[in-house]
Structures are given as C-alpha cells and as structure tokens.
DNA sequence: TATCCCCATTGACATTTATCAAGCAACCAA
DNA sequence: TTGGTTGCTTGATAAATGTCAATGGGGATA
C-alpha cells in the first residue's frame, strides 16, 4: 500500500484555507475527500494567466504558494488592479458564467484547481460547507466595500499609506518588515494613481519617517501610529 | 372571514423582488407565507436612518417604495455614499454581526423588515432559497467591483457620465427621461469628487449637449450613445 | 569588469480637481 | 409681495496628480 503524497499535502493544506474550525462542519471530510480526489495542483510561472476577463468560469482556483493579481484592462491599454492573493484566499467564487477580470501571477507558485460543479454538488449534499462559503463571498465584499471606501476618500499618498498597512498584515502577518511581491506600477494600478504618484508616496513616507526601504522591495514600518494617523486623516 | 390586505401586499411585492422563477424554487411558497407572517412594513420618512453604522445587524430590510442611501462618515465629518437602492434591491444581506455603512432614506417610502433568524432558518430548511441569496450577493459583488474599476480608472466627468447612465437604466429603466432622487453632494460624495466637481461636470455634459437639465433633478439624455463613449473613454 | 536592461526615482511642467467665495434661482414663510 | 433660506452654479485660485523626460541603481550577462 502506498500513499500518494501530492494527495495528502493538498488536503492538508486546503483545510486550513477554509476558516476556522472547517473540520467540524457537517461533510467536512467527505468534501475534502473528494478534493484531493478530483481537485488538481498546478504548478504556474510568473506572470502566466491563470484565467482570463470573459473566460468561462467553470473553476475556482486556491492560491498555496506564490501571488496572484487579479486585473482588467481598459479601452485604452492601461489596467485595473482589483487585488492581490495570497496563500489561503479564495478565487473565482462568483456564480457568473464568466470571470470579469483577469488572474495572472506574481511569482511562480502552486494553486488547487477545482471544477465548480463539484463544489455545487457539495454545496446541495451539505448546506454547512455551502454556508461557510457564502461567509467567504460576503468577507471579500467587505473588504472591497472598504477598498472603495478609500478609493472616494483619501489621497494618493494615503491610500499608499493604507495598502502598506494591509499588506504587512496580510504578508508579514502583521510584522513590520515584509517583502513585496508586486511592482510600483501594478501598486498604482491597484491605487487608481499613475506610477510616478505612486513612487513619489514611497519617498514622502520615507522622508517623514514612517518606513524605511531596502532594495525597492524591502519593506519596513518604522511608525505603525503614525502611518495609520497619515492613513485615515 | 377578513383578508389583512397589508400583509397580502407585502407577499406578492417581495415575490417580485427575489427575481426570476422565485416561486419555481424549492421552498419559495413556504418562505413568502412565513414573510408575509413575522416581516414588518415600516414607512420611512425623508432623511430618517434605517439603521446605523455599527448597529448589531439583526434584520435585513427591502425596500417596497422610496430610495435608500448607504454612506459611511469618515474621520473627518465628510461622508461617502456607496450606493442608492430602489424597489426591489436588497439591503443588509452581509452575515457580520454589525453594520458597516448606515443606511438613510433619500425619499419618504416603506420598506419591509425581516428578522436575520427568520432568514437563516429559511435557508437551513430551503437550499435552493439560499443559493438564490447568494446569487444576490455576487451580484451586488459584481456591481461593487465595476464600481471600484471606475474609481480608479475614470476622471471626474467621466464617472459623473456612468452615473447617469446607470441612473437611466435603475431609474427610467432604461427610458431618456428621468428624476434623479439624490442632491449634487449625493453624487459627489457617491463618486468621490467635491460637490462644485459634480455640478461642473452637469454644466460640461450639457454643454457637451448629451443631456439636458430641468429643474436640477430632472434628466433627459439626449444622445446615449455619445454619452456611453465619453464615460468609457 | 564592463555593459545592458529594467525598474524606480526625481524634476519640470500641464492638467485635473479641490477650495474658497460670490452670485443665482427656486421655494417657503411672514 | 418681501425677505430669508437652501441648494446649485460659476469664477478665481491653490493643491494634488498626471505626463513627459532625464537620471540613477541593482542585477543579469558576456
């Protein structure tokens, strides 16, 4: 008897992805059963698309390593950018029949692919899985509601201020040195400000002390107060 | 034997709100006849809060007649507004415990008011009742999300643009014809420009001549098509 | 090591948008 | 009618942000 140990990582690593105690949900284990029956692990290169805006939608994808954008272009050539994944967050949960936007990766990584009419027949045998899912879309609508929240209020640098402070949280889990895997260019994307903007909020945080910068990508709070007074004016 | 004509009236007002073939699904008959027992019909008065910002969140309310606003204070006493809802809209879905945004009536009108337990027995019992909910959701995830592409990709004017036609679609259905329900600072605040910004880009559109102006509130748009192209870019 | 390339930074200037202030039109109350 | 109030528009100016262009630094490669 062996033991396929791809199998085993990707239901150990999935369970962990669905919020706290997701085991003790009624069909639990059945649905990671038939995850890491069915669901596939793939391996994708930096800067690949992992979908497209208008592709049909007949998976969802969980990030396990590496860093996923999630992006739409516009008439003219340039870009939104709509977020950034991590390990343990969840990708393409709407029920629409096409994505709306593009999944392209940041860095070289591994995701759990899952057709989606597998995910619907769980949800129909067990409503508390569906329910946890549910729970899932309405946190991503929160955060989106506060994204636009900042989007309507605050300035160039202050939106700069506040993507540093969620990013050390959900990067560096809340540390104050972490490492960022994006560009200045995808940062002004997501920001809505021309990168140059976006550049210039870097330096103006430096020059008033709050972080400090090694190597472009390095990242240090220096002043978490005074980086959060900055952010929410 | 007396007919409660009220309570008759809200059954077959929320049927129409739950979309297309609601009656089809399982449970939905069940679901409307328990509604039309415990949910309340509350009329609202012009400019009274349905609820607040950081309420416990222990109802879902749907608006029968009347447009509501949901806006969130900032830090410094200005506000933004993250959406207008009409007949039919659902408010207060989200499964957190409190409110994150207060929700205001724009417009005298009467909304119906259900208790969240009486939601989620619902679900518990009718699946198929709980899939079409969560089919709302996404689709208001959707909506958000073009939102958020807009502020952060269009200027001033051209949000102004997309307002409008979004305003044709919800309000006039469609129709050239019709009454905005919101003030200038509304919109502005809506579309994260100051009030002088908003009633520029009226002054620029109609001297554009894609619209027309009657008495501040009244709309007419005169050439969509032009109109769909400046907002689009 | 030297060179190239990619990206970030910085500067100069143009454009957009905010702010402050004045004027105007509709509506209401006396 | 008159006067006051409220909300919208418009103008002048300031501040924020975008655009174009030049500079600079780190890493890859020959």
Chains 1, 2 share one sequence.
Not at 99 to 115: E, H, P, Q, W
């Amino acid at each position: 008897m062996t033991i396929d140990t791809s199998k085993v990582s990707i239901k150990t690593s999935l369970a962990s992805c669905f919020g706290r105690n997701f085991q003790e949900l009624e069909g639990a284990n059945s649905f990671l059963e038939e995850l890491s029956k069915h669901a596939q692990e793939i391996h994708i290169n930096e800067n690949c698309y992992i979908f497209k805006e208008k592709d049909p939608s007949d998976f969802i994808y969980i990030p396990i390593s590496g860093v996923i954008m999630l992006e739409r272009s516009t008439s003219k050539g340039s870009r939104h950018v709509f977020a950034f994944l991590f390990t343990g967050n969840l990708l393409g949960l709407s029920e629409f029949s096409f994505y709306t936007f593009s999944a392209r990766a940041l860095s070289n990584g591994t995701v759990v692919k899952i057709n989606k009419q597998l995910i619907q027949s769980i949800f129909e045998r067990y409503p508390a899985i569906a329910k946890r899912f549910h729970e899932f879309t309405n946190h991503v609508l929160n955060y989106i509601l506060d994204q636009l929240f900042i989007m309507g209020q605050k300035s160039a640098h202050q939106r700069l201020a506040h993507f540093l402070l969620d990013m050390s949280n959900r990067i560096g889990h809340g540390t104050s040195k972490f490492y960022l895997p994006m560009s200045r260019q995808d940062i002004a994307d997501y920001l809505g400000m021309s990168l140059e903007t976006a550049s210039r909020g870097f330096s103006s945080l430096k020059k008033k002390g709050m972080i400090s910068i090694q190597n472009n990508y390095r990242i240090t709070i220096l002043d978490e107060e005074a980086l959060h007074h900055f952010a929410d004016d």
